[in-house]
């Protein structure tokens, strides 16, 4: 939950800050007694649950619980409005939603931590140079940009720093091309975000090079640019977003359940609503919804928790593998913008295999995962002025174990536009860099689900945002709230439906 699995290591020979997760998963399914204290409510079904490894993070997240009206005496029966299960980015911010635009209380529950999935993982961009102006996503995209820049704004006129609380930081984006084809496609993107009311512009070779003078390219080379973009840092954000649900526990309105996997729906034996979930630990009964936001493990969640159920539901999200690069007090490159290379919006070397008949070196029969990997070159400077360079994308299941050649091809694709790198030997860099390690919750087709799920009343879906979590995720709270709210939509929710 927290979006996926997330490995981190600070040089290749370290065990340390490391955190680890397995998919969720049964090897046997039951149905499970009647809870006492509730015989209207019973489980839908029971999986067993999966054992937790102890995280770093265990000091830093600490779970709050909420104590009277919800909680029943004398046993692990907890009462609330909404549950929420997943404490990635997008989940966390839904609970948000839900605590400062109504009176609701909310259970956030999680088998790990926040920040221990993908959220953690990631670069922290909320570029928008790489959207697509008409495309599916490009309003629920431009809505979550909104909030962002909102609550950036109200951060400072409560006279605080963004940079410090979000990471929040002005970057710009660009979009690199090397040849005049890739530039002629850049030129036709520049005017679509123009046309749509953004201050997008193409830069040819001497702007572009005077933007940046470290990247060495052709003579054919130019750039798609946003000035006005911004980037986030993921653990800082997480941690403001966090403070501020927590502050809703004194008014018993908010309660987390960490190292919890959530093990049973709890569903009304006359009405067939869902009316909470079993977790490993307790039994949560909600009122108005609960909400899946488990990212990449969200499609095998909920596998388990509707097997034995009459309700029939296809949620392919896939975990996409990514790796990152992050060096520290890295002098020889300097960067003033947020970089991405043209074919960084392109996912073709990345696709699951078309067949799981497949016997070819990079395709696994059983699992219909293909592990080749696609590299796309990335690069920007975060809050701290380390270097950030990546990224990779792999369709290779749940693993999470960093992959040293993957790490080298980051580092000489990046050579390939900064050629100051190739001056530099990555095994020197060994005890000053970061390697991160994700799973993006991946969809086909490229956009989340977000909605009800049919059969299951008072169930919603709000998962498979892939690497666009942060960026989608103010817009997705906002969706989520309304839909079980019944207000009016700011962003059609009808291309997310499940």
């Keep these: 939950m927290a ?33 006492s204290n509730s015989s209207n409510r019973t489980p839908l079904f029971s999986c067993s649950a999966l054992s937790n490894s102890e995280s770093t993070h265990a000091n830093r997240f600490r779970p709050v ?19 929420i299960v997943g404490a990635g980015i997008i989940g966390l911010t839904i609970a948000r939603q839900f605590l400062l635009g ?16 993908a959220t953690g993982a990631g670069q922290g961009y909320i570029w928008r140079v790489h959207k697509t102006p008409e495309s599916e996503k490009w309003e629920l995209a431009m809505r979550s940009h909104q909030l962002w820049e909102a ?34 496609l850049l030129m036709r993107r520049v005017k679509q975000l ?6 997008a512009e193409f830069l040819s070779r001497d702007d572009l090079l005077s933007e940046e003078p470290a990247l060495k390219l052709g003579e054919e080379c130019g750039a798609a640019f946003m000035p006005d973009d911004c980037q986030l840092d993921a653990r800082r954000a997480v941690a403001f977003i966090e403070k501020a649900n927590r502050s809703f526990e004194a008014e018993g309105r908010y309660a987390e359940f960490y190292y919890e996997p959530v093990t049973s729906l709890l ?39 509707i097997k034995n159920s009459e309700v ?37 070397s990345a696709i699951l295999s078309s067949t799981t008949s497949d016997t070819s070196d990079t395709s696994d029969s059983r699992t219909g995962y293909d592990d080749t990997a696609s590299i796309s070159m990335t690069a920007t400077m975060d809050m701290s002025g380390r270097l950030v360079l990546g990224s990779s994308r792999q369709l290779i299941g749940f693993d999470t174990e960093i992959n040293e050649s993957i790490i080298h091809r980051i580092w000489e694709r990046a050579g390939e536009f900064f050629p100051v790198l190739k001056e530099v030997s990555l095994k020197d860099l060994s005890k000053s860099r970061e390697v991160r390690v994700g799973l993006r919750p991946y969809m086909p087709g490229g956009k989340p689900v977000i909605g009800p799920v049919p059969g299951l009343s008072k169930m919603l879906l709000a998962a498979g945002h892939e690497g666009e979590g942060l960026s989608l995720a103010l817009g997705t709270a906002e969706m989520v709230f309304n839909m079980v709210l019944e207000n009016p939509q700011k962003v059609n929710p009808a291309p997310f439906s499940v």
């Design 65 to 83: 619980r909420v104590s009277g009206s919800g909680r029943v005496s004398g046993s692990d029966l907890h009462t609330f409005d909404v549950v």
């Design 194 to 199: 123009a046309d749509a009311g953004l201050g």
């Design 267 to 305: 569903r009304n034996e006359s009405s067939g609503e869902i009316e909470g979930v079993q977790t490993s630990k307790n039994t949560l009964q909600s009122k108005k919804a609960v909400v899946i936001a488990a990212g990449c493990w969200s499609g095998s969640l909920m596998h388990d928790l």
């Design 3 to 35: 979006a996926s699995a997330l490995r981190i290591a600070l040089n290749p020979s370290s065990n340390d800050a490391v955190v680890r997760r397995r998919p969720y998963s049964c090897s046997t399914v039951k149905i499970i007694a009647t809870l």
């Design 312 to 348: 029939e539901l296809d949620l392919p999200v896939k975990p996409r593998k990514g790796h990152l690069l992050v060096l520290e007090n890295f002098n020889s490159l300097n960067l003033n913008h947020g970089l991405m290379e043209a074919g960084y919006v392109n996912h073709e």
């Design 102 to 117: 109504s009176n609701l209380s909310v259970a956030l529950v999680d088998a790990a931590v926040p920040c221990a999935g």
């Design 151 to 184: 609550l950036a704004e109200s951060i400072q006129n409560q006279g605080m720093d963004p940079l410090l609380a979000l990471g929040w930081k002005k970057t710009g984006s660009m979009l690199v091309g090397r040849t005049a084809e890739e530039c002629s």
